[in-house]
């Protein structure tokens, strides 16, 4: 099954409004990054998490690597926002990133 | 923020020929990877390299692909010969430290298409 599970798959928010993507890993995660991929297919980098949270101006994320899962929030969206949210995962075995299968933002007036 | 730069863009090839993939690395980072995206899926692993030598690699690494960082030049990928199934992004990142212990960085991606 998929190591990286990412919910919602698809998400319209109206512009200004607020909401929250979610990763659970079913891999001993040990650090998380979180991307932006924009319609042309350049991957931004959003946050890298040990355990613990981070804030970027309207987005924060979270890392949980005992409840094994880290969410992103976005706060008062706008229009730029819309794209693919990728979650991935490293381990400490591993030099390899595990990613989600995306959850793809549409904000709309 | 730190740039990877992946030459070319786009690359359309017949099937059976070789194809080499091209990455410039962010200047102090040691370990590089490279990633395959299909159209509309998610990113999968192919294989990382440090030190000139691969250190991980998936079965989507086929023996059909190699790596390789000649001193001081691109990181490159190489597929030969290309099959239909080899058509998607490839993304090259790096990372100063090894993967779980530092941020990756990616890319703007290659896209392959191969008739």
């Known amino acids: 099954g998929d190591k990286v599970k990412q919910s919602p798959s698809a998400l319209s928010l109206q512009e200004g409004t607020n909401s929250a993507l979610r990763c659970n890993f079913s891999i001993a995660a040990t650090t998380v990054q979180w991307f932006l991929q924009n319609p042309r297919g350049s991957l931004m980098n959003l946050f890298y998490?040990?355990?613990g949270t981070k804030e970027n101006g309207r987005l924060k994320s979270a890392f949980d690597s005992k409840e094994s899962y880290s969410t992103l929030h976005i706060r008062d969206a706008q229009l730029e926002d819309s794209g693919t949210y990728f979650c991935?995962?490293?381990?400490?075995?591993?030099?390899?990133?595990?990613f989600g299968q995306g959850t793809i933002l549409k904000v709309y007036l | 923020g730190p740039k990877v730069l992946q030459i070319p863009s786009h690359q359309i090839i017949d099937m059976g020929q070789m194809v080499t993939l091209n990455c410039d690395p962010v200047?102090?980072?040691?370990?590089f990877y490279w990633y395959k995206q299909i159209l509309g899926q998610q990113m999968e692993f192919l294989v990382n390299?440090?030190?000139?030598?691969?250190?991980?690699k998936s079965k989507l690494f086929k023996d059909q692909f190699s790596v390789e960082r000649p001193d001081g030049s691109y990181f490159t990928l190489k597929i030969q010969p290309t099959a239909l199934e080899d058509s998607a992004v490839y993304f090259c990142?790096?990372?100063?430290?090894?993967?779980?212990?530092?941020?990756?960085?990616f890319g703007p991606g290659t896209r392959l298409l191969v008739l």
């Open positions: 991935a995962a490293a381990t400490s075995s591993g030099q390899k990133l595990v």
């Open positions: 390299f440090y030190n000139g030598k691969v250190m991980e």
């Open positions: 990142a790096s990372s100063s430290g090894t993967g779980g212990q530092d941020t990756q960085y």
């Open positions: 200047s102090n980072h040691l370990y």
């Open positions: 998490l040990v355990p």
